[in-house]
């Protein structure tokens, strides 16, 4: 018989999004026409369609792989040169940002992206997470074996958690002492604050210092829109030396279901070894990459590089603007009633205070069984999360505006 990896059972209960959809799935069998009236705002799923660009550069990818002459097999498992290349000259080059074609690794989404970077790295390492915190950074830490039990908490021994309040605008202090490795994720999946300038600098001053490596998830960058406000790692000065960046094409270009993102590691980065010397990230990476990965379809990747095209931009600006109004109008629904409302302004997330002394899941139910709206709760985020729920603002407007009117109803 086949031994297991026994990290799995130190997981904590189940994974959030798929509690959400069981209590979902029980009111929908128990209250039939109430189930009619359901407004999702859980989940961050896009909503709405792909942009024509993007469409009609898929179209053409299945034509091309129809004829002969110009079909394609296997791909190049770090990403087709086209796509490499219009990633490094519109996300980077254009800004001023220093980052080549082949630093880029394609692939088919952040969330595996930020889960699988842990194959090249070594047992031993102080991880430290933002709390609230996106489960996938904690959850396959967990499964990895780099965090020992949970206590009654939910909290895992081996994690630093840097908590997160409204003291501190939801952006976490720096550590009064020295990590390997940082999880951070601006705009923050869940509580939609941002770092500004100073406190990324500051974040790398500390990785060059200590000696640590920044992994940072800019999903939701696209949603910036204070021109103030850094929208990669790689702005800050000294970046190159201590930071990976992770970025996705689900939440601009709607490729939730398509599934497209990339992962950009400096050829310089380096990470150190037991014998007291160091060795680059980059050829590792690469390597794991090519073992473990057959490469994103080259159909999606067509799609993404559409997404620079002049037609691209303009679509993806527009969904961009469609979804922030949504945060807009969420923000102020909740404002209204007197809640205590974050985010909204550069993320598509709201993060909203619970009144009333209600806890995050009581929240959620209240809002399932009297709104018929699903909203994520704090607590499933970890224990600062507690007293708090999220709402995505990814949706329909005339959903969205049902929401606000049955928030202002309760």
Known sequence: MAYINENYNKLKAGYLFPEIARRVTAFNQANPEAAKRLIRCGIGDVTEALPSAVLKAMHAAVDELGQRESFRGYGPE????????????????????????????ISDGSKCDTGNILDIFGAGNRIAITDPVYPVYVDTNVMAGNTGDADESGAYAGLHYLKCTPENGFV???????????????????TGAVATRAQLEAWVQYALKHKALLLYDAAYEAYIKDPSLPRSIFEIPGARDCAIEFRSFSKNGGFTGVRCAFVVIPKGLKGKTRDGGTQAIHPLWSRRHSTKFNGTSYIVQRGAEAVYSPEGK??????IEHYMGNAALLVEACRKVGLPVFGGQNAPYVWVGTPGGLSSWEMFDRMLNQANVVITPGSGFGRAGEGYFRISAFNSRANVEEVCRRIAAL
Do not use: H, M, T, W
């Not at 976490?172 to 923050?188: G, K």
């Not at 303009?314 to 969904?319: M, N």
């Open 314 to 319: 303009a679509e993806v600006a527009a969904l």
């Open 172 to 190: 976490a202090d720096i550590p009064s002492e020295p990590v390997d490795l940082v999880y951070l994720c601006y705009p923050n999946n869940p």
């Open 78 to 105: 770090q990403g087709y040169e086209f796509l490499r290349q219009a990633i490094a000259q519109n996300d980077f080059k254009s800004r001023g940002i220093e980052v080549e074609a082949d630093e880029i690794f």
